[in-house]
């Protein structure tokens, strides 16, 4: 006799989704991870519009990650038409997107998974039963959202950040500030990589085909991608590499990369190298054990690990504007042009690639996202099977809240990944 | 005192009006405390289909039968309903195109023939299906602004109205007017203040993510910017990024 356990909505996570357990007796033949985030069409929304209006559109499509949508933006149409901007805007783009890095970890990990392991409902019984630790979180994720507000003008769908430099240049003053606000989470961000070090008591998981930008460079953007299994591809040859596919229950697209299912994020940066500050990778080497080739599971201690990181790089970037000053950033004036052009960001959630082009008025006529999200719901469907195969005949609260955390290892961000690029 | 059950919920957004409340982060704890999050799927498991709320607090446009079902059964079980946000208010981002394209047109071109098989409709605000007892505009929302409803729900009212264009803030900021001295296709004359002129003030035209701001003298501005040498077409492109709905010829 078929029943089907359904999830609905799921919670703690960004966005709408809901999940379907089809049973056959206790036996589990299927589960369906559904993103019914309601539609917003953004890449047919692009079309028509100008290049500088792309980038300011564009970033509506989420909230937590506004601002690397926004840099990422920026970066496609600066390639399409040929700009190269000034060192020190590309230092504010990486402060900017540490930043959103540390907000949306800290939110993560502190607001969204912390219940898990002390078994509460959410982030009202964290205020009852463990203050101190959300206060602890909401101090990290306060200073990744003073960066943002600080270089883009405003913390959700930054402004200040724009084609070619910044409106306004970012003082010494405010620099100091960040700088002091900074130093003063350090502590907080070594004792995250104690508070999430032990891993949800699964049984193991698939490993995982990691999925980065190439660690060999610097800085959060690269023209290359590197898998685990399949070796390293340009960004701008990323459609031959990457294929997607509409699934008829859920509104994100299913994306395959080489042809295989493709995890990506913290875990797999960490995976594939990517260079860590002095502090984070001291605190690497100790737990690396439990990241490299673990399965998704590692994500929560690699993401902990990636706020140190972001945290101390974030001091080393102001570090160096200090020393450039507010009047050596040099914006770069745009001329519109005709041009395509492609880039990829390692969003707080993994890789992130824009891609646009723009006829001889600077109108564009193609417009392609592919979101973390999409990449990871390949490999986050296979190991909602396999877990809740694992957990046949297990009560259905278990079952339930099982599933829940596995979603939230993966850190979902359902309204990314509701959109699409033209087929 | 009695805490007021509260429902904090989004349809078609990118749930950065929600964000805006989690971005209180020194306020959270003392929120926590002062109200019951009923329902709140963002911040909480376990929501109870069966509660009623003093205040239901929502984000997002209305584009899908789902999202119409949840306005429905939020407005049918709070005692006051809130349109946080300007996509909420106005239909937003994802309503840009309404006036323009088909929404089966854009389906077919994100989806494919699949497309077909998904319910959605033109993305609309709340007051085309349900009475809206207080707002909140922005894209995204200003943090004091929604601390001061929450406040003003603790002694079981509403906040004042403002209602000023963004210019008001932007003179009084002393901000170099990137419409009149620098030519630029600026909306702060007719949308509405509050954010302290967050974009002029870094030197980036206002995009009008706050939407109309009453009595909007819509005629004007169409003028002046023509007069610089706009294009019509350009314009309203611009000014439906947020507001798919102008009357263009509105002049008080």
Redesign the interface.
Same mark, same amino acid.
């Given at each position: 006799m078929g029943s089907v356990v359904e999830i609905n909505?799921?919670?703690?996570?960004? /966005?709408?989704g809901s999940l379907k357990v089809y049973l056959d007796g206790i036996r589990v033949e299927r589960v369906e991870l559904c993103l019914?985030?309601?539609?917003?069409?953004f890449?047919?929304?692009l079309?028509d519009?100008?290049y500088a209006?792309v980038p300011?559109?564009i970033c *509506?499509?989420?909230?937590?990650c506004?601002t690397v949508h926004k840099v990422t933006a920026l970066l496609a149409v600066e390639k399409a038409l040929g700009i190269r901007v000034s060192p020190a805007t590309e230092l504010t783009r990486e402060l900017i997107t540490n930043g959103g890095l540390i907000?949306d970890h800290a939110?993560h990990l502190y607001?969204?998974l912390l219940?898990d392991l002390l078994n509460l409902? /959410?982030?009202?019984g964290l205020?009852?039963t463990a203050?101190e630790l959300?206060?602890a979180g909401?101090?990290i994720?306060?200073v990744g &959202?003073l960066i943002q507000e600080t270089v883009g /003008? *405003?913390?959700?769908?930054p402004? &200040?950040i *724009?084609l070619g430099g910044l /409106?306004?240049g970012i003082g010494h003053d405010p620099l100091l500030h960040m700088q002091n606000e900074l130093q003063e989470i350090l502590p907080a961000c070594r004792e995250a990589c104690r508070l999430f070090l032990k891993p949800f008591d699964f049984p193991k998981l698939p490993a995982p085909n990691y999925l980065a930008l190439d660690p060999a460079g610097p800085a959060y953007s690269q023209d290359f991608l590197q898998m685990t299994a399949g070796g390293s591809f340009a960004v701008a040859d990323y459609r031959q590499h990457i294929t997607e596919s509409?699934l008829?229950y859920s509104?994100a697209k299913y994306a395959r990369v080489l042809g295989q299912e493709a995890t990506v994020g913290a875990l797999s940066r960490l995976n594939l190298g990517a260079g860590l500050s002095a502090e984070a990778s001291v605190i690497f080497e100790t737990v690396k054990e439990e990241i490299i080739g673990k399965d998704i599971r590692g994500n929560n201690l690699a993401q902990a690990i990636e706020l140190l990181q972001a945290t101390e790089r974030s001091l080393e970037v102001i570090g160096e504007l200090l020393q450039i000053g507010r009047d050596g950033a040099g914006n770069v004036q745009i001329v519109p042009g005709s041009g395509r052009g492609s880039a990829a960001c390692e969003a707080p959630r993994g890789v992130l690639i824009h891609s646009y082009s723009f006829d001889a008025n600077g109108m564009c006529y193609e417009a392609d996202v592919i979101t973390p999200t999409s990449l990871n719901q390949g490999a986050l469907a296979r190991d909602l099977l396999v877990l809740a195969r694992y957990m046949e005949g297990s009560e259905q609260s278990l079952l339930v809240s099982a599933l829940?955390r596995l979603i939230r290892c993966y850190d979902p961000c359902i309204?990314c990944s509701v959109?699409?690029?033209?087929? | 005192m009695k805490r007021p059950k509260l429902a904090i919920a #989004? +349809?078609?957004?990118?749930? #950065?009006?929600? =964000?805006?409340l +989690?971005?209180c982060?020194?306020k +959270? %704890?003392e929120i926590? !405390?002062r109200f019951e =999050?009923i329902y709140?799927?963002?911040?909480?498991?376990?929501?109870d289909p069966q509660a009623v709320f003093d205040a239901a607090i929502v984000e #997002?446009a209305v584009?899908?039968p789902?999202?119409l079902a949840t306005l429905f059964k939020l407005r049918n079980s709070s005692r006051l309903l809130i349109a946080l946000g300007t996509c909420a208010i106005f239909g $937003?981002?994802?309503a840009?195109?309404n006036r323009i394209?088909q929404r089966a047109? +854009?389906?077919f071109?994100?989806? #494919?023939e699949?497309g077909g098989?998904?319910q959605?409709f033109p %993305?609309s605000p709340f007051r085309n299906f349900v009475s809206v007892d207080f707002t909140i505009t922005g894209? %995204?929302p200003e943090k004091p602004e929604l601390l001061e409803l929450l406040a003003a729900l603790l002694t079981g009212t509403l906040p004042p109205v403002h209602c000023y264009p963004v210019c008001t803030e932007c003179r009084s900021r002393e901000n170099l007017c990137l419409l009149l001295e620098r030519n630029e296709l600026c909306l702060g004359p007719i949308i509405k203040g509050g954010c302290n002129a !967050?974009?002029p003030?870094? $030197?980036?035209v206002c995009?009008g993510?706050r939407g109309p701001v009453r009595e909007a003298n819509v005629a004007q501005e169409m003028e002046l910017l023509s007069e610089r040498g706009f294009a019509r077409e350009?314009i309203e492109?611009?000014m439906s990024?947020f507001t798919p709905e102008w009357n263009y010829g509105q002049r008080r």
């Amino acid at each position: 006799m078929g029943s089907v356990v359904e999830i609905n909505p799921l919670t703690r996570v960004e /966005g709408h989704g809901s999940l379907k357990v089809y049973l056959d007796g206790i036996r589990v033949e299927r589960v369906e991870l559904c993103l019914t985030e309601s539609p917003r069409l953004f890449e047919t929304l692009l079309l028509d519009k100008s290049y500088a209006e792309v980038p300011e559109i564009i970033c *509506r499509i989420c909230s937590l990650c506004s601002t690397v949508h926004k840099v990422t933006a920026l970066l496609a149409v600066e390639k399409a038409l040929g700009i190269r901007v000034s060192p020190a805007t590309e230092l504010t783009r990486e402060l900017i997107t540490n930043g959103g890095l540390i907000q949306d970890h800290a939110l993560h990990l502190y607001c969204l998974l912390l219940p898990d392991l002390l078994n509460l409902p /959410g982030v009202t019984g964290l205020a009852q039963t463990a203050p101190e630790l959300l206060k602890a979180g909401l101090a990290i994720k306060r200073v990744g &959202n003073l960066i943002q507000e600080t270089v883009g /003008g *405003r913390l959700i769908h930054p402004v &200040n950040i *724009r084609l070619g430099g910044l /409106g306004q240049g970012i003082g010494h003053d405010p620099l100091l500030h960040m700088q002091n606000e900074l130093q003063e989470i350090l502590p907080a961000c070594r004792e995250a990589c104690r508070l999430f070090l032990k891993p949800f008591d699964f049984p193991k998981l698939p490993a995982p085909n990691y999925l980065a930008l190439d660690p060999a460079g610097p800085a959060y953007s690269q023209d290359f991608l590197q898998m685990t299994a399949g070796g390293s591809f340009a960004v701008a040859d990323y459609r031959q590499h990457i294929t997607e596919s509409v699934l008829l229950y859920s509104h994100a697209k299913y994306a395959r990369v080489l042809g295989q299912e493709a995890t990506v994020g913290a875990l797999s940066r960490l995976n594939l190298g990517a260079g860590l500050s002095a502090e984070a990778s001291v605190i690497f080497e100790t737990v690396k054990e439990e990241i490299i080739g673990k399965d998704i599971r590692g994500n929560n201690l690699a993401q902990a690990i990636e706020l140190l990181q972001a945290t101390e790089r974030s001091l080393e970037v102001i570090g160096e504007l200090l020393q450039i000053g507010r009047d050596g950033a040099g914006n770069v004036q745009i001329v519109p042009g005709s041009g395509r052009g492609s880039a990829a960001c390692e969003a707080p959630r993994g890789v992130l690639i824009h891609s646009y082009s723009f006829d001889a008025n600077g109108m564009c006529y193609e417009a392609d996202v592919i979101t973390p999200t999409s990449l990871n719901q390949g490999a986050l469907a296979r190991d909602l099977l396999v877990l809740a195969r694992y957990m046949e005949g297990s009560e259905q609260s278990l079952l339930v809240s099982a599933l829940e955390r596995l979603i939230r290892c993966y850190d979902p961000c359902i309204s990314c990944s509701v959109h699409l690029l033209q087929l | 005192m009695k805490r007021p059950k509260l429902a904090i919920a #989004g +349809l078609t957004a990118c749930s #950065g009006c929600q =964000l805006t409340l +989690l971005n209180c982060e020194q306020k +959270l %704890p003392e929120i926590a !405390r002062r109200f019951e =999050l009923i329902y709140f799927p963002m911040g909480e498991s376990g929501c109870d289909p069966q509660a009623v709320f003093d205040a239901a607090i929502v984000e #997002g446009a209305v584009s899908t039968p789902e999202d119409l079902a949840t306005l429905f059964k939020l407005r049918n079980s709070s005692r006051l309903l809130i349109a946080l946000g300007t996509c909420a208010i106005f239909g $937003g981002v994802a309503a840009m195109n309404n006036r323009i394209s088909q929404r089966a047109e +854009l389906m077919f071109g994100v989806y #494919g023939e699949a497309g077909g098989s998904f319910q959605s409709f033109p %993305p609309s605000p709340f007051r085309n299906f349900v009475s809206v007892d207080f707002t909140i505009t922005g894209c %995204p929302p200003e943090k004091p602004e929604l601390l001061e409803l929450l406040a003003a729900l603790l002694t079981g009212t509403l906040p004042p109205v403002h209602c000023y264009p963004v210019c008001t803030e932007c003179r009084s900021r002393e901000n170099l007017c990137l419409l009149l001295e620098r030519n630029e296709l600026c909306l702060g004359p007719i949308i509405k203040g509050g954010c302290n002129a !967050r974009c002029p003030a870094t $030197g980036i035209v206002c995009e009008g993510c706050r939407g109309p701001v009453r009595e909007a003298n819509v005629a004007q501005e169409m003028e002046l910017l023509s007069e610089r040498g706009f294009a019509r077409e350009e314009i309203e492109r611009r000014m439906s990024r947020f507001t798919p709905e102008w009357n263009y010829g509105q002049r008080r």
